[in-house]
């Protein structure tokens, strides 16, 4: 529930419930009050039932002495009070008090005609009073009061019991309302607060259990997204710059042999002693190839520097798939020639693909120049381009062509397959990492390569949406495959 409905809803059952409250303590009061009324109506009528008829001599209604009243007087205690007048308003007696008829107070005729026979009830007391005859004569009136002695206390009682319930309801409502806002506010903020300082100080974190959809939870899981991204973003410059660090090691170590030799040969052509004619030109021949391999390896780093930077767009263009592997695959007879390799190639692609051309031939150079590398004399190399619906080529290497069949999806799939020693399954992962080499011994020239076109290649499929994969097995060789998506509307 969200924060502000929650917060509606509990300010109107902190409104509701005293008022709920005030109605069962009226409800349950006026109940009480209704079964007190019988008992003491009862126990009302039982006292002067007793008392009227004692009330009804004529002699009682005369001025004269408090003497003769001895006998009305008994009739009262503490809790009965008995006044008697005469028919013109004179108070005769009352109880309690003297009454001597050169003081009797007279009260207004109205008030002494008012409620007669009618059960008076006031807070303090119940009251009757009847008139008094000797025949159709009227003497006087009596007035008998019965004190609320019990109720009193029951209504002292019930005040303080009230009270006290009052008071504990209020204590439960306030603490009830303070636990679901700690619940509902301070624990989970408190909560947030210390993993977001934890966080800031990259100490040990556990994970935040608060499960509600309120806007605490959604700010908590905005929290925990933010941080899985920043520990993402970490851990992507820690690897940059762990392989930076290796690239440059990397670098100065395959940029030191060369120069060394440089040197050396440098040295001994400006030196003294006299060199043949075929000397020199080796010296020469050795230096430029020297020479082209350091700028071979500058520019690969060049390009692998500019493909890994944030701000390098590959522009791509729709071109006919058919045309374009046609033009990748060819180029690379007379070379396989000058190295005693056969080659076999075979392209079977349709549709459209959006790429980026000049970076197409660079995988598929990167791609070839490793399988040239890695292949003996009189060995072979297939090169091929198949998209859906068509089938497998028959001469994928029988191991690799299920694994091949289940990873390839609709799209274009570029291979480049060679025989010649395994790669070890240990290395096959690491191969397109920079600087990355399985094993000198494996390359049948002694001159190196820069280690980073295979990461050249992979860092352009990726930013074609594509992929690249390799597999390698002993007694077989190695088959390299890159796959692009087709577009959409060309397939529809």
Known sequence: MKLKYWLMLVFLIVMLLPVAALYAFYVWLSQYDQRQDILEYIEFSNTISGIESRLQSPSYYEIQSKEPYGAVEELASGTVKISLYRYDGVTLFTSGTDSLAASLPRINRDNLYAHLYELQKSYYTYSIKKPVFNGSKLLGFYEIKLARQQWLQGVQYRTLWIGLCFVFFFIVLYASVIYFIHRKFARPIRL????????????????????????????????????????????????????????????????????TLIRAYTELMQGKQLLHEQERIEYFSMLFEKMDYMKQLLDDLTMYTVLRSSYHEMERVDVDGDELFDMLLSGYDELCTQNSIDLHKESCVQGIYAVNVSQ???????????????????????????????????????????????????????????????????????????????????????????????SIAKIIMDKHNGKIQLWSAPGYGTLVVCWLQRKKEDQA
């Open 192 to 259: 947030l607060m210390e993993q977001m300082t934890s966080f800031a100080y990259d100490r040990p974190f556990q994970p935040i259990l608060h499960k509600t959809h309120d806007e605490i939870g959604e700010l908590i899981t905005h929290f925990m997204h933010m941080r899985s991204q920043i520990m993402q973003s970490r851990e992507t410059i820690k690897k940059e710059q762990q392989e930076k660090e290796y690239i440059v090691a990397s670098l100065s170590h395959d940029l030191k042999t060369p120069l």
């Open 360 to 454: 197409m031939v660079r995988i598929i150079d990167n791609l070839m120049n490793n399988a040239i590398r890695h292949t003996l004399p009189n060995d072979t190399i297939w090169l091929g381009a198949v998209s859906d619906p068509f089938k497998l080529p028959d001469w994928v290497f029988p191991v690799f062509q299920q694994a091949l069949a289940e990873w390839r999806t609709d799209g274009v799939i570029l291979l480049v397959q060679n025989e010649g020693e395994a790669i070890p399954i240990a290395s096959q992962e690491k191969v397109f990492e920079p600087f990355y080499q399985v094993d000198a011994s494996r390359t049948k020239t002694k001159t190196g390569q820069s280690g980073l076109g295979l």
